[in-house]
């Protein structure tokens, strides 16, 4: 096997070019849910982080999703799973944003998912950083 098979293989429904069309829309669901929180929702910053964070995983599902039904199916599945029991949010976006990585990585876009997944870690950390 070459290495252009493999980064081809792993590159899902993407081409080249969706990756940073991909971190774009994920910044920007992130910076709109920020809006719609501090905004729209009169939250304080603690609840406008958890919308942002929110916002950029749903972004990356729905970009990993795409148009097949299989995966839309199973992105349903991982919010059914998410949403049953844990009281605790913080916990609850991290296990989604994690099922929604993992969706990409077994739909054959495991480049792509580790590259929206290191800017989605980063948008996380300042989601779920220490309230000052």
Not at 15 to 22: E, K, M, W
Not at 24 to 52: K, S, Y
Not at 67 to 81: D, N, R
Not at 110 to 124: Q, R, W, Y
Request: positive net charge; glycine residues 12%; proline residues 3%.
């Amino acid at each position: 096997m070459d290495w252009m098979g493999f980064l081809a293989d792993n590159m899902g429904h993407f081409a080249p070019q969706d990756i940073a069309l991909l971190l774009f829309q994920m910044l920007v669901a992130a910076l709109l849910g920020a809006v719609l929180a501090r905004v729209g929702g009169r939250l304080p910053a603690a609840g406008m982080r958890e919308m942002a964070l929110w916002a950029a995983a749903a972004a990356l599902g729905a970009a990993l999703v795409g148009a097949q039904l299989p995966l839309a199916v199973l992105l349903l599945a991982f919010a059914v799973l998410v949403r049953g029991g844990e009281s605790d949010r913080k916990h609850q976006v991290l296990r989604f944003g994690a099922l929604v990585m993992g969706l990409g990585c077994g739909s054959h876009a495991a480049l792509v998912t580790a590259v929206a997944g290191v800017l989605f870690a980063l948008v996380a950390r300042w989601a779920l950083a220490p309230r000052d």
